[in-house]
DNA sequence: AATCCGAATTCACATATGTTGTTTGGGGAA
DNA sequence: TTCCCCAAACAACATATGTGAATTCGGATT
């Protein structure tokens, strides 16, 4: 399945597959089971490495897509957005992570795709190079359903957050999901990693408006729950803030122990 | 795979299959293509009907689970909870909804699953019986993922509901949305439907308090926008709920004819 | 018919968050 | 360096929604 040899016009082909897919795959092995041929198939995937601009969308919505995007270095967001231009961020991904892999089930898609940070760069893989995997190797496709259901978990948990927490816990639980998955996709400590996202992306994310996530940044950091340099998060005392976010990471570190009777 | 002799010490087991799986292919098919022989073997699959009294927990966040939840009559919701008690509903479930199919690919739940209406019947399937189907015919198993994709796209769409539409705007856009689905499950008119819950029901679903629901609904009401007359709801005017729900059903009405390629 | 009980309705008031606009600050470009 | 621009910080005011009651309604039960 994997294309090997250099194809005309598709520069950035790499013949051993792309280099990013070797963090995806140490995320599907956080859940899934997967043998060596199975993941020496994933790691010679191969897709076109893609530079994306700030407010470029990725995929818009009503389009017909025919890839994936696995993050390779900064950040992307899905998002809705009212008639008004109003925005609201439904997912955030991270490096490591296949966004848009739910787009091999639908490839109508409704949600656009941009980059969250200033840089972003992706790697586009073809959904037929994607099913072809998934169907000559039924555990990937369980894989890769289990990481989209993953997923799915993390958007309920922001259902809760929009519509149940107040300003202040909402932020803070959204720092602890940030700093937890960070960590976990090996890109700092969950006390300590790099956000590249503005005040107003964050407000969009959590569904308020930039001068709120303003005042609740500014009251957080006051309380000392929050360093924020540049770019760069820190949290001095991880167990306050995620207990003014009433944060569980239950959700998130969903391991592969319990799938193993499978 | 079909458990067609009658067990033991399971009584409800059905010789050919228990027939509320009829309503689930037919939802299945809405998206996916099945032969012949594929919808057979959901047909003949077999479950445990059991009668849940409202207010008790189907599944309880933490659980390990070994089933998936069919709904046959009345109406169940996923939800999440707050340490103060408050609730946060992320999914309603109407009957021919697999709730919980999800839990296939993640039985450690993070969500509670309760009954909505004061009657509600399911059917619980073993994942045993659901994992030997997906792993006999593939082509199930890709309309599972799909299906929970889809549920997938519905809670996205529920947090830029509940993140940035104001009260009056997530009700009619919520109105709308179960009217859509109860018309695809076969169940009433978009505009003519059961919906067998409170009033402090709904407020759990769009994230604001029973007080607000009412005056919402009053005002709507008072608009002509929406008539109830106890469970029955009416919507006189569709164009008119759409438009102040900005209401868009893409997101619901995703079939097939875009997988034919697949 | 009388009773009862949960749900719906309504009211008065409190407050979190939105809105509009100005000011400050810091990093990149010339 | 100086300028420029976008983001952050801050303030004053507006309003949607929350809070905590009391009252009415309607369907079940007796």
Request: net charge negative.
């Amino acid at each position: 399945m994997s294309k090997a040899a250099a194809l005309p016009d598709q520069e950035e082909l790499m013949p051993n597959g792309h280099p990013a897919f070797r963090p995806f795959l140490r995320r599907l092995l956080q859940r899934s089971v997967l043998n060596e041929e199975e993941q020496q198939a994933i790691l010679s995937l191969n897709g076109r490495e893609v530079e994306i601009e700030p407010h470029r969308d990725i995929v818009r919505p009503g389009e017909l897509t025919d890839f994936s995007c696995l993050v390779v270095s900064g950040m992307a967001a899905r998002f809705g957005q009212l008639r008004d231009g109003q925005r609201q961020i439904t997912a955030i991904h991270v490096p490591g992570d296949m966004c848009d892999l739910y787009s091999l089930m639908l490839p109508k898609v409704e949600w656009a795709l941009q980059a969250l940070s200033a840089r972003l760069t992706i790697v586009k893989v073809a959904h037929r190079d994607l099913l072809e995997l998934v169907r000559t190797y039924p555990a990937i496709g369980e894989a890769f359903w289990r990481d989209t259901t993953a997923d799915g978990s993390i958007v309920a948990q922001w259902v809760v957050s929009v519509g149940r927490r107040d300003a202040r816990m909402r932020t803070a639980h959204l720092f602890c999901e940030i700093g937890v998955r960070m960590e976990r996709a090996g890109l700092g400590r969950r006390t300590d990693f790099d956000l590249p996202a503005i005040q107003t992306q964050l407000a969009d994310a959590l569904g308020m408006t930039p001068v709120h996530m303003n005042r609740v940044i500014r009251s957080l950091r006051q309380d000392g729950l929050l360093i924020l340099k540049g770019r760069e998060v820190q949290i001095p005392d991880w167990d306050a803030l995620a207990a003014t976010g009433q944060f569980d990471g239950g959700y998130l570190e969903m391991d592969m122990a319990p799938l193993a009777r499978l």
